[in-house]
């Protein structure tokens, strides 16, 4: 078994919680030859059954490997975020319906929905997917830095730009709206965590909280790195440093 595999499991049992049952799929699907060799490109698929005092849950996710080594697949940030102009607003009511945002999360958190857009780095998108599913009030078009929306084949910044929809969440005061929590335990599922792997001040992945632990961690799913019930930190991530950063929102889902 993989490295990182038992890299996962050591990080479960280090919170307390039990691995179970492991079972993976290792496919290779492209092969690409070089002067200096070959690469062997493969798909790895893992379902990890594990158990949280008298709960179980299973963990799912699809990682990539090329040769020998195993990477996830990185948001590369090239669009600019803006902050919301709070001399500019007007209020408006909005609702969100958390079991709604969860039930999309886990119905496509392995696949697409050919309804919305597909990029190649997802993990906004899909997020932003959720949020809508849930009744997030969509506002802005067609100004691409302004507000949070999908319309017609465009989209703002926001919608699928990880770094984007962290300072929209911060600042918006229409439409889909949050508040800013200092502790993961404070999210409850279809709330927002953002990460900035490196802590070099520019968010590259957003994630959707699903379900919590007993200890009222949270767990999350999300895409790029397609994954499921996958616990909030990520520190069993390829991607992961010891400076990581993380934004933990709570969706407003009342009316004001």
């Given at each position: 078994?993989?490295?990182?595999?038992?890299?996962?499991?050591?990080?479960w049992?280090?919170?307390?919680a039990?691995?179970?049952?492991l079972?993976?799929e290792?496919?290779?699907?492209?092969r690409?030859r070089?002067?200096?060799?070959?690469?062997?490109?493969s798909?790895i698929?893992?379902?990890?059954?594990?158990?949280?005092?008298?709960e179980?849950?299973?963990?799912?996710?699809?990682?990539?490997?090329?040769?020998e080594?195993m990477?996830e697949?990185?948001?590369?940030?090239h669009?600019?975020?803006?902050?919301?102009?709070?001399?500019?607003?007007r209020p408006?009511?909005?609702?969100?319906?958390?079991?709604?945002a969860?039930?999309?999360?886990?119905?496509w958190?392995?696949?697409?929905?050919p309804a919305?857009?597909?990029?190649?780095?997802d993990?906004?998108?899909?997020?932003?997917?959720c949020?809508?599913?849930?009744?997030g009030?969509?506002w802005?078009?067609?100004?691409?830095?302004?507000?949070?929306?999908l319309?017609?084949?465009n989209?703002?910044?926001?919608?699928?730009?990880?770094?984007?929809?962290?300072?929209y969440?911060?600042?918006?005061r229409?439409g889909?709206r949050?508040?800013?929590v200092?502790t993961?335990?404070?999210?409850?599922?279809g709330?927002?965590?953002?990460?900035d792997?490196?802590?070099?001040g520019?968010?590259?992945?957003t994630t959707?909280?699903?379900?919590k632990?007993?200890?009222?961690?949270?767990?999350?799913?999300?895409?790029?790195?397609?994954s499921r019930?996958r616990?909030?930190?990520?520190?069993d991530?390829a991607?992961?440093?010891?400076?990581?950063?993380y934004?933990?929102?709570q969706?407003?889902?009342?009316?004001?």
């Open positions: 078994m993989t490295d990182w595999l038992w890299r996962k499991i050591a990080c049992e280090n919170r307390g039990s691995p179970q049952r079972t993976y290792h496919v290779p699907y492209l690409v070089r002067e200096e060799g070959e690469d062997i490109f798909s698929s893992f379902e990890l059954l594990v158990k949280d005092g008298r179980m849950f299973l963990e799912e996710g699809r990682f990539f490997q090329r040769n080594e990477y697949k990185r948001a590369f940030l669009d600019p975020a803006s902050r919301e102009n709070s001399s500019s607003y408006q009511r909005a609702t969100y319906n958390r079991r709604q969860v039930r999309y999360a886990e119905r958190w392995d696949g697409r929905n919305y857009p597909e990029f190649q780095n993990c906004t998108n899909f997020i932003s997917q949020l809508r599913a849930g009744g009030e969509m802005g078009s067609p100004d691409r830095s302004r507000g949070w929306w319309q017609e084949g989209w703002s910044y926001s919608w699928s730009t990880a770094h984007a929809l962290r300072w969440l911060s600042g918006a229409q889909l949050a508040k800013e200092e993961p335990e404070q999210l409850r599922p709330d927002v965590i953002c990460y792997f490196t802590g070099d520019r968010f590259d992945h959707i909280v699903v379900r632990m007993n200890n009222g961690m949270p767990l999350v799913n999300a895409h790029t790195t397609n019930h616990y909030w930190s990520y520190e991530s991607a992961y440093t010891g400076t990581i950063q934004k933990f929102f969706i407003i889902d009342w009316e004001m």
